[in-house]
């Protein structure tokens, strides 16, 4: 079965400071690992995603994310927080990327205020 | 272009009654997925489609909970004598299959906030 753990279940930095979202996986297969963030009344939108690739993921608004198998983890980093970067960020898991649906499997989800 | 729309956008209902939740998902895209979403939670998923049947069911809770999606687009949740348990943020996905078999992102609507009273 396949699992996704997000460590900290709100996180607060200042503006300009350096953003850590941490996601931790479990899985007897390679997954695919995906961070969604959601605004307040808001779908869940794709921030970045990691299907076998490069290692190191780049996505939208300065974000990107590390795989990192040995330690089972896929933490989600911004050197400069915006204020506009406050959300809830979920983190999320997929067994088969290919003809399999591809169902996420969420964590609990992390929320990032931003003090100016 | 349109994204993934779902009506209404919050439903409130009496325990034991019957409710639907509407998706249509982005235009062209084969695979449609329900999520539900609890209150401090991440979603789980419910049931997932491509095309019209429902190639993965495994999330849906109970028997109470169904849904279709009669021509391959748009789908329908529903559930029956709706208990307060029920109450949550259906989210409703969609995302394309390419030729080769891979599926690309999903994409979100805003979801449904279901309130049982």
């Known amino acids: 079965a396949q699992s996704v753990t997000q460590l900290g279940s709100h996180v607060s930095v200042s503006e300009g400071a350096l953003v850590l979202l941490r996601c931790n996986y479990s899985?007897?297969?390679?997954?695919?690992l995906f961070w969604y963030v959601q605004y307040p009344n808001q779908g869940l939108q794709l921030l970045l995603k990691?299907?076998?690739?490069?290692?190191l993921v780049k996505g939208i608004n300065g974000f990107e994310a590390e795989f990192k198998k040995s330690e089972t983890s896929f933490h989600l980093t911004k050197p400069s927080a915006h204020m506009s970067d406050a959300a809830e960020y979920f983190c999320a898991v997929s067994r088969f990327y290919y003809n399999q649906g591809g169902k996420l499997i969420f964590g609990q989800g992390t929320e990032l205020s931003v003090k100016p | 272009g349109a994204g993934v729309s779902q009506t209404p956008s919050n439903k409130v209902t009496e325990k034991g009654k019957y409710v639907e939740l509407r998706c249509d998902p982005i235009?062209?895209?084969?695979?449609l997925y329900w999520y539900r979403q609890s209150l401090g939670q991440g979603p789980e998923f419910l049931i997932y489609?491509?095309?019209?049947?429902?190639?993965?069911d495994s999330g849906l809770p109970n028997d109470r909970f169904f849904a279709v999606r009669p021509e391959g687009s748009v789908s329908t949740l529903k559930i029956q004598r709706t208990e307060r348990g029920d109450s949550a943020v259906y989210l409703c996905?969609?995302?394309?299959?390419?030729?080769?078999?891979?599926?690309?992102?999903?994409?979100f609507g805003p979801g449904t906030r279901l309130t049982v009273l």
């Open positions: 899985s007897s297969v390679p997954p695919y």
């Open positions: 990691y299907t076998s690739a490069a290692t």
């Open positions: 235009s062209g895209h084969t695979a």
């Open positions: 996905a969609s995302s394309l299959k390419t030729s080769g078999g891979a599926y690309n992102e999903q994409f």
């Open positions: 489609f491509q095309g019209t049947g429902a190639a993965d």
